[in-house]
DNA sequence: TTTATAATTAATCTTTTACTTAACTATCTT
DNA sequence: AAGATAGTTAAGTAAAAGATTAATTATAAA
């Protein structure tokens, strides 16, 4: 069934708020890690580890300069999120429109 | 800071790829566990805790007729992935298109 | 060349997750 | 009432995830 590992899963990747975090910080550009731990409450190697599952997920990218490493975003996997979103989207906004009027119809006519 | 315990994070709920297809089942309309089961391969138990880790993120919800459970998709937290991926999407979708570019520049001109 | 800096890797520990088997509850059928 | 059915809860275990401290690598500065 060849499913894909865990490790390399991008909906695992971002189920941890620590590495959403660290994907949104990196939507500024690319950063050295020491600029990704100034907003960031962990210690180095932590903070490492969780470049780690990014990177190994895609979803990051690394480049050495000097004595710094420099990380970017790749956000191409995220697509993959963004995919089953769009396709389970329909469903759930008929879904939740339904309820509306549920709502509405019970409790009077909050957004005609 | 008041974090959502992790048990509760609809993004730790959808990471695991058993849950999507629940998910997926459920968007068919209520079914009674055994119906789920058939499309699964996993013991009774197992599938029961998931359910359960569905239910505790809000996703599903549980009703008893006789004695089988129903359960039916309630997607209402399921906005919240919808949100971080709409808010975030915008960039990517600027960080994609200036990648094609260069793929456009670099090997010709796949889709003007 | 020694020392400092930036960050990772290694080793270890704790906690959480996922799964399993066994026991249980509630309902339906006979 | 005695089974059978539908599913959960409990208890235990193994593996994975996350964090920590300590050791290591690579580069830069003194």
Redesign the interface.
Same mark, same amino acid.
């Given at each position: 069934m060849n &499913?894909r590992p865990a490790h390399e899963?991008v909906?695992?990747a *971002?189920?941890h $708020?620590a590495r &959403?975090k660290l =994907? !949104?910080l990196l !939507?500024k550009g690319e950063l050295p890690v020491g600029e990704l731990a100034k907003d960031f409450h962990a210690t180095p190697p932590a903070l490492s580890q969780h470049l780690t599952v990014l990177k190994k997920a895609g979803l990051v990218e690394e480049r050495r300069q000097g004595r710094q490493r420099l990380y970017r975003?790749t $956000? !191409?996997p =995220?697509?993959e *999120?963004?995919d089953?979103?769009a396709s389970? /989207?329909a469903?759930?906004v008929v /879904? =939740?429109a339904a =309820?509306g009027g549920y709502l509405r119809q019970k409790h009077g006519n909050p957004k005609t």
């Open positions: &499913r899963d909906f695992q *971002i189920a $708020p &959403r =994907l !949104e !939507e975003l $956000p !191409e =995220l697509q *999120i963004s089953w979103v389970h /989207k469903y759930w /879904k =939740l =309820l």
